[in-house]
Structure formats: structure tokens, C-alpha cells
């Protein structure tokens, strides 16, 4: 069985730094594309950072020149670095990846969360 597992998530301060990591289990075909998205209360889930299986990252305008999303493909985890935190950067982040099947087609797959809060 699948599974995606964040971990890294915590209370932090403004213009502090956090590492998200997210590792894959139960994977027996090819991990595809990576991303970390983010939910904070009332809004929408959005993209923040996605990354392709050979490493070419592209970034939501908010995280663009303070998070790096990179991925260790032999130890099927994908990372998020961020750093200068705001406050509105306070959210759920969860894991998504889209793993390859037998049939060649592949499947999407969310991990389950972890909370960043950005406060004083």
C-alpha cells in the first residue's frame, strides 16, 4: 500500500526556517512528479513547489526565492526548504506525487499533513 508521510512541520518565527521532508513506502513502479501543497484555514489547497522525477523544480510566485523543493530519488523522498518565513505562510502542507502502476498509467497520491505556523 502507498503511502506518503510529511514530517518537519512545527512553530516557528517569522523570518525563521523550516525542512519539510515526505517519504514514499510501499512504491514498487516509478515516482513521477513531486509537490508540496499547502492549506491554510478558509482557503483553498495551492501549489507551493513541484519538482519532476529528473529534479527541474518549478515554484508557486509566493514560495519563489525562499523555499527549495529537491527530492532524493534512491531514498523516494521529496523536501521542502523554507525559509524567511511570513506569517501567511501558516498552512497544512501536505505531499503529492504521481506514482507509476503495472497497467503504464499512473495514480495520485497525498500524504496526510503536517502543520507550519508562523508566529511570534
Known amino acids: 500500500q502507498v503511502q506518503l508521510v510529511e514530517s518537519g512541520g512545527g512553530l516557528v518565527q517569522p523570518g525563521g526556517s523550516l525542512r519539510l521532508s515526505c517519504a514514499a513506502s510501499g512504491i514498487n513502479f516509478r515516482i513521477y512528479d513531486m509537490a508540496w501543497y499547502r492549506q491554510a484555514p478558509g482557503k483553498q489547497r495551492e501549489l507551493v513547489a513541484e519538482?519532476?522525477?529528473?529534479?527541474?523544480?518549478t515554484y508557486a510566485d509566493s514560495a519563489k526565492g525562499r523555499f527549495t523543493i529537491s527530492r532524493d530519488n534512491a531514498k523516494k523522498t521529496v523536501y521542502l526548504q523554507m525559509t524567511s518565513l511570513k506569517p501567511e505562510d501558516t498552512a497544512v502542507y501536505y505531499c503529492?506525487?504521481?506514482?507509476?502502476?503495472?497497467?503504464?498509467?499512473?495514480?495520485?497520491?497525498w500524504g496526510q499533513g503536517t502543520q507550519v505556523t508562523v508566529s511570534s
Open positions: 519538482i519532476t522525477s529528473g529534479g527541474r523544480p
Open positions: 503529492n506525487a504521481d506514482i507509476g502502476t503495472a497497467r503504464l498509467t499512473t495514480n495520485n497520491y
